[in-house]
T-cell receptor
Framework: DSGVTQTPKHLITATGQRVTLRCSPR?????VYWYQQSLDQGLQFLIQ???????AKGNILERFSAQQFPDLHSELNLSSLELGDSALYFC??????????????FGEGSRLTVL | GQQLNQSPQSMFIQEGEDVSMNCTSS?????WLWYKQEPGEGPVLLIA?????ELTSNGRLTAQFGITRKDSFLNISASIPSDVGIYFC?????????????FGKGTKLSVKP
């Protein structure tokens, strides 16, 4: 158990819809990261938040947005869903007190299926 | 952008055999990491390497940070069934965000008892 909690574990929805994925980082970790994992693209970095503020952005679509709340949990919002958005979405948090080490703790992921 | 080439894509081995996989990049990295992902789980960090030439072990796992900073390898000795999973290399540069790890596409390992 990494200590990172993601909900829901599975989600099935239709094209054009909007969903919200939720993540609670490990206790004390200030940074939260979102990754998308698909069969053909592997693990792709989407976005990072640190203590409530956006820190870095990867290949995140404009239809996607995220935020980190004062209690440090984070939400990833996916809108106008397309078939190609079907993937595993992972949240990760970084080790407390360490910066820029690349050591991330991943949750179990949310599997999104768009029909 | 930066890409990591990880090989082999998959391996089918007998229990007890040693395994070797590697990762190469066209550009340099300051940090190399190896993660393992089991079915239904998120990736778990196995080994982190911070200096060119560094050789680090974690039990039966050994990883090296290539001297050119453009490659890394992971060896698993005396494989066991629980080694099954997908192994990912990841690279990171200072100056980029901590989250901006570049991941390889993974090596899927199957172990026959």
């Amino acid at each position: 158990d990494s200590g990172v909690t993601q909900t829901p574990k599975h989600l099935i929805t239709a094209t054009g819809q909007r969903v919200t994925l939720r993540c609670s980082p490990r206790s004390g970790d200030l940074s939260v990261y979102w990754y998308q994992q698909s069969l053909d693209q592997g693990l792709q970095f989407l976005i990072q938040y640190y203590n409530g503020e956006e820190r870095a952005k990867g290949n995140i679509l404009e239809r996607f947005s995220a935020q980190q709340f004062p209690d440090l949990h984070s939400e990833l919002n996916l809108s106008s869903l397309e078939l190609g958005d079907s993937a595993l979405y992972f949240c990760a948090s970084s080790v407390r007190g360490q910066a820029n080490t690349g050591e991330l703790f991943f949750g179990e992921g949310s599997r999104l299926t768009v029909l | 952008g930066q890409q990591l080439n990880q090989s082999p894509q998959s391996m089918f081995i007998q229990e007890g055999e040693d395994v070797s996989m590697n990762c190469t990049s066209s550009s340099i990295f300051n940090t190399w990491l190896w993660y393992k992902q089991e079915p239904g789980e998120g990736p778990v960090l196995l080994i982190a390497l911070y200096k060119a030439g560094e050789l680090t072990s974690n039990g039966r796992l050994t990883a090296q940070f290539g001297i050119t900073r453009k490659d890394s390898f992971l060896n698993i000795s005396a494989s066991i069934p629980s080694d099954v999973g997908i192994y990912f290399c990841a690279g990171q540069n200072y100056g980029g965000s901590q989250g901006n790890l570049i991941f390889g596409k993974g090596t899927k390992l199957s172990v026959k008892p």
